[in-house]
């Protein structure tokens, strides 16, 4: 059976970036019939670090060599990962890029995979499909106009590198709040924000459900 596991950097377990992440996992189990195990696993309900530099995963002869050997919250989360056929990645953008969740997470997934043998050759044995999710409080133009693709291609160049070519989705102009009244939020209107997210995140919602459909074609 094929296991598909999307990943959600958000802080927040059930808002934008969750709802996406469930309706690519929906995608994925009606593509195959349920025939495939599903999971969403939220970053902000465990307790884990960045990379911590202790190179245990580049230790000639070493009991980690190619694996992270730090023991915490994300240990059995990486060990899911290294048999996934898909992972999805999801993330709000805070301060034009993800969130510090995520970063700390692809520190520890990316970083024991890379090899210092000349070259740099990666140890990656299981080329699994990927997709990035990324929501946001900014229109599109503002994402392009801010630098926000730049940033984000960073992540993506390491996920195409040692993986697949992640296939894309933004959702963007989203709300944060559900009541804007009840927030010191002058530089946006609530009433505005509510049409948008009306209108336009039943569609973001559509999208990720086809790239659900897709992902493992």
């Known amino acids: 059976m094929k296991k598909v596991y999307a990943i959600n950097g958000s802080p927040r377990r059930n808002r934008n970036t969750a709802t996406l992440l469930d309706k690519v996992l929906e995608g994925c189990r009606d593509a195959f019939q349920g025939m495939v195990e599903t999971e969403r696993i939220n970053l902000g309900d ?6 911590k530099s202790c190179f245990a995963c580049k ?18 989360v990486l060990e899911k990962i290294r048999t996934a056929d898909a992972v999805v990645f999801g ?23 890379l ?52 296939g894309l989705l933004y959702a963007f102009n989203t709300c944060q709040f559900g009541d804007y009244s009840k927030y010191v939020c002058g530089a946006f209107s609530g009433e505005e924000k509510l049409a948008y997210r009306t209108e336009f995140f039943p569609k973001d919602c559509e999208a990720a459900y086809r790239l659900g459909l897709n992902l493992l074609k």
Do not use: W
């Open 46 to 51: 465990l307790h884990y670090t960045g990379c």
């Open 59 to 76: 230790l000639k002869d070493g009991p980690s060599y190619g694996t992270c050997a730090l023991r915490d919250d994300i240990r059995p």
């Open 91 to 113: 993330s709000p953008i805070y301060y034009n890029t993800i969130t510090s969740l995520l970063h700390a997470f692809y520190e520890r997934l990316f970083f024991p995979y």
């Open 115 to 166: 090899t210092y043998k000349k070259g740099f050759p990666t140890l990656v044995t299981n080329r699994m499909k990927t997709a990035c999710v990324y929501t946001m409080n900014v229109t599109e133009q503002d994402m392009l106009e801010r630098g926000y693709r730049d940033n984000l291609r960073s992540f993506e160049r390491y996920l195409e590198l040692y993986f697949s070519k992640p």
